[in-house]
């Protein structure tokens, strides 16, 4: 699931840190930059993003009043308004960040660690179970040839060459003639690239082996290898299950 994002801020800087950040997370794409509320509001209800960036110290036509005001006047246009996360250089505004439901609050300079877990929990909440149940079996077809798996029986994906094999729980494996970024793009938020031939399924992660570079999968002898340019993914996967875990050190 593709999910559309917009900034409102006037410092380039921070621009450029979530930009660079974003990268990292291939169903995240940018519709639009404005560096004050007005040209905001106009984007938000022209692309009706999933997500906003809103620096809150920005004023409202020099008033004083805080960025949380387009949160306000949204409200007067859209039925369903996107999520925010607020960014300032201070806490000072993170009582009314609450107040309004912001997704989260974040202290600029931006950290990279503290927006990827806003977005893994982002993700987390507009996944859609009812979606999920519709669209959870996957229809390979090949000429008169259809093949019908069920992506919670799916262990990770491996790549040959432009063909995607599917690896099950059962230890069967069914190829598809698409290359891996067309599955990559296709699949709900919890196949998780790890390396330029695989996604996995993270719901079936046993453990993770960071020296090793390798995660072991439950009901499969195999580890499925993590390469260096997608560590971030993986460390997403970590944090989130970490989390949620009861930890024994």
Same mark, same amino acid.
């Given at each position: 699931?593709?999910?559309? !994002?917009?900034?409102?801020?006037?410092?380039? %800087?921070?621009?450029? &840190?979530?930009?660079?950040?974003? %990268?990292?997370?291939?169903?995240?794409? =940018?519709? @639009?930059?404005?560096? #004050?509320?007005?040209?905001? +509001?106009?984007?938000?209800?022209?692309?009706?993003?999933?997500? $906003?960036?809103? #620096?809150?110290?920005?004023?409202?036509?020099?008033?004083?009043? /805080? @960025?949380?005001?387009?949160?306000? &006047?949204?409200?007067?246009?859209?039925?369903?308004?996107?999520?925010?996360?607020?960014?300032?250089?201070?806490?000072?505004?993170?009582?009314? @960040?609450?107040?309004?439901?912001?997704?989260? !609050?974040?202290? /600029?300079?931006?950290?990279?660690? $503290?927006?990827?877990?806003?977005?893994?929990?982002?993700?987390?909440?507009?996944?859609?179970?009812?979606? &999920?149940?519709?669209?959870?079996?996957? =229809? +390979?077809?090949?000429? *008169?040839?259809?093949?019908?798996?069920?992506?919670?029986?799916?262990?990770?994906?491996?790549?040959?060459?432009?063909?995607?094999?599917? $690896?099950?729980?059962?230890?069967?494996?069914?190829?598809?003639?698409? /290359?891996?970024?067309?599955?990559?793009?296709?699949?709900?938020?919890?196949?998780?690239?790890?390396?330029?031939?695989?996604?996995?399924?993270?719901? !079936?992660?046993?453990?993770?082996?960071? *020296?090793?570079?390798? =995660?072991?999968?439950?009901?499969?002898?195999?580890? $499925?290898?993590?390469?260096?340019?997608?560590?971030?993914?993986?460390?997403?996967?970590?944090?989130?299950?970490?989390?949620?875990?009861?930890?024994?050190?």
């Amino acid at each position: 699931m593709e999910h559309s !994002y917009v900034i409102i801020d006037s410092n380039p %800087e921070t621009i450029y &840190a979530i930009q660079l950040a974003m %990268e990292n997370f291939n169903n995240f794409i =940018c519709i @639009g930059i404005a560096s #004050n509320e007005q040209d905001g +509001l106009d984007i938000i209800l022209e692309r009706t993003p999933s997500l $906003v960036f809103l #620096n809150i110290e920005l004023e409202h036509t020099n008033s004083g009043i /805080t @960025g949380f005001y387009l949160m306000d &006047a949204l409200q007067k246009f859209m039925d369903t308004i996107p999520e925010f996360i607020a960014l300032s250089k201070t806490a000072k505004y993170a009582i009314e @960040g609450i107040r309004h439901s912001v997704l989260d !609050y974040i202290i /600029t300079p931006i950290d990279k660690n $503290v927006l990827r877990r806003t977005l893994f929990r982002f993700r987390k909440q507009t996944f859609s179970p009812t979606t &999920a149940d519709v669209n959870d079996t996957l =229809c +390979l077809k090949s000429y *008169g040839d259809y093949k019908f798996v069920n992506t919670s029986e799916v262990l990770f994906l491996k790549a040959d060459n432009n063909t995607t094999d599917f $690896v099950r729980v059962n230890g069967t494996t069914v190829s598809a003639f698409k /290359t891996l970024k067309f599955f990559q793009e296709s699949l709900p938020d919890h196949f998780i690239r790890v390396h330029n031939s695989y996604i996995v399924n993270s719901h !079936y992660i046993s453990r993770i082996h960071f *020296g090793k570079s390798q =995660c072991t999968m439950e009901h499969s002898d195999v580890s $499925v290898p993590f390469s260096k340019s997608y560590r971030e993914n993986v460390e997403m996967i970590r944090d989130n299950f970490y989390k949620r875990s009861l930890v024994i050190a």
